[in-house]
Nanobody
Framework: QVQLVESGGGLVRPGGSLTLSCVAS????????MTWHRQVPGKERELVAS????????KYADSVKGRFLISRDNRRNTLSLQMNSLKPEDTAVYYC??????????????WGQGTQVTVSS
């Protein structure tokens, strides 16, 4: 079955950096656009960045443009998000997914467990 495992989150001070990783399995990773999203309790999940299947084109939310870098390794089914110049408003749980989002058995959307990023002094 499909699986997404995010890691790399943690507590970092404003201005610091973190690199998130997502290991995917159960689908043809290299055939799809992949995305990073984030969610703060009480708010809707927000699309942060996307990268097409061959990695040559990327898009970013305005709030992270110039600070975050999305990349992928199709040989290792791994998606990464390098986050620099972090701000307190970047605090959220970060999730990766496919575009369109993966489906769990029964057709409901599938999301991994996410990784918590906390930016605080």
């Amino acid at each position: 079955q499909v699986q997404l495992v995010e890691s790399g989150g943690g507590l970092v001070r404003p201005g610091g950096s973190l690199t998130l990783s997502c290991v995917a399995s159960g689908f043809t990773f290299g055939a799809h656009t992949m995305t990073w999203h984030r969610q703060v309790p009480g708010k809707e999940r927000e699309l942060v960045a996307s990268i097409i299947n061959i990695g040559t084109h990327t898009k970013y939310a305005d709030s992270v443009k110039g600070r975050f870098l999305i990349s992928r390794d199709n040989r290792r089914n791994t998606l990464s998000l390098q986050m620099n110049s972090l701000k307190p408003e970047d605090t959220a749980v970060y999730y990766c997914n496919r575009d369109p989002p993966l489906e769990a058995s029964g057709g409901s959307p599938y999301w991994g467990q996410g990784t918590q990023v906390t930016v605080s002094s």
